[in-house]
């Protein structure tokens, strides 16, 4: 596989362990993007995640989520909790499945595992995922039905933790890496422990850039496509009174569709993603996780003026 390159981004990647993470400090020391630990097994979802997404995405940071998996579970249910657990938050990098842990069982289970997930993943949000790994463990456990899938590999060195290899090593099943996480033992100004750093192919770095917002979703369908459609259409305007539990008509639709079009969903899973003219719990929990993400000061799940206002800032990009 290809060496590291001063071209390639730096990446970090992160969890609760980390702790409190003061990100306009690691913006600032050169880091480009983040992958943010979201859920692990079908039980476990970080309890920081939402607080480094939110505060990562506000100093401009690109970010992804990754998905410690225990390959003796469904493979599918531990897909569906993953994206159970993303809710409303939007990822710039693809999905990633971290599979580096056997549980006694051989390369085929493993990699059948990793292929399932991988593949259900890709199934439900039209993005090609990554899988991460340590370099050992792939080649021991991989097989080349996971070749398909986009390479994130670690290895350290023991000679040189911090600085790391300058190149992984080959691996049959890959000719070359996406990310390479070349130290456990980073350090990064904003973050008071050590820290994984990653090198991601440049290349690769570009085409998530240009192709946003085109990896910006969270299910197969063309989001953008329908926030395009819902803005042009009748050229529609968001509810200037108050809303909340027990409204219904016209009003509640609009903005059911327009909290759609920018990924708050009242049902994701519900025929027509729950848009129904019903201001039922589920429409006051999408106005909630969008408070959550844009208005933290005021997380009532009531649809106002602030609401709107930010709304449609949202809409149009900005």
């Known amino acids: ?28 020391a050169g880091v480009q993007g983040a992958y943010i630990k979201l859920t692990e097994g079908k039980t476990f979802t970080d309890p920081r995640v939402y607080e480094n997404y939110v505060e990562a995405k506000r100093v401009g940071l690109l970010v992804g989520f990754y998905h ?26 693809p999905p ?8 006694g069982k051989n390369a085929e ?8 997930w991988l593949e259900e993943m890709e199934k439900n949000t039209g993005v090609q995922p990554l899988l991460y790994s340590g370099y050992h463990f792939a080649k021991t456990y991989f097989t080349k039905e996971l070749s398909y899938y986009p390479l994130w ?3 350290y060195s023991s000679s040189n933790r911090t600085e790391g290899f300058d190149c992984p090593g080959n691996l049959f099943t890959w000719s070359e890496w996406t990310m390479f996480q070349f130290t456990d033992q980073g350090k990064v100004d904003g973050i008071s422990t050590y820290v994984d750093l990653n090198e991601m192919n440049a290349a690769f770095f570009q085409y998530v850039k240009e192709s946003k917002p085109s990896l910006l979703s969270t299910v197969k369908t063309s989001f953008q496509q329908m926030k395009s459609q819902f803005v042009k259409s009748s050229n529609p305007s968001l509810p200037k009174g108050m809303l909340k539990k027990g409204a219904r008509g016209e009003e509640v639709f609009v903005l059911q569709k327009a909290l759609a079009s920018v990924y708050f969903y ?17 429409t006051a929990n999408a106005v909630a996780r969008f408070q959550k993400v844009y208005l ?23």
């Open 68 to 93: 410690y998996a225990h390959c003796t579970n469904d493979p599918k249910q531990e897909v569906a909790f993953f994206l159970q657990q993303l809710q409303s938050m939007k990822f710039d990098f």
């Open 109 to 116: 289970f493993v990699s059948r595992f990793g292929r399932t």
């Open 266 to 282: 009242p049902n994701k899973f519900a025929p027509n993603h729950g848009i129904d003219g019903i201001y039922g719990a589920n």
């Open 1 to 28: 596989m290809q060496n590291r390159s001063v071209h390639n981004p730096l990446i970090i990647d992160v969890s609760h362990h980390q702790g409190e993470i003061d990100w306009e400090r690691v913006a600032r």
């Open 153 to 155: 590999i670690a290895r």
């Open 296 to 318: 933290p000061k005021e997380v009532d799940g009531i649809y106002g003026p602030n609401v709107r206002l930010k709304l449609e800032e949202v809409m149009k990009g900005k």
């Open 96 to 103: 990633c499945l971290d599979l580096e842990v056997n549980k």
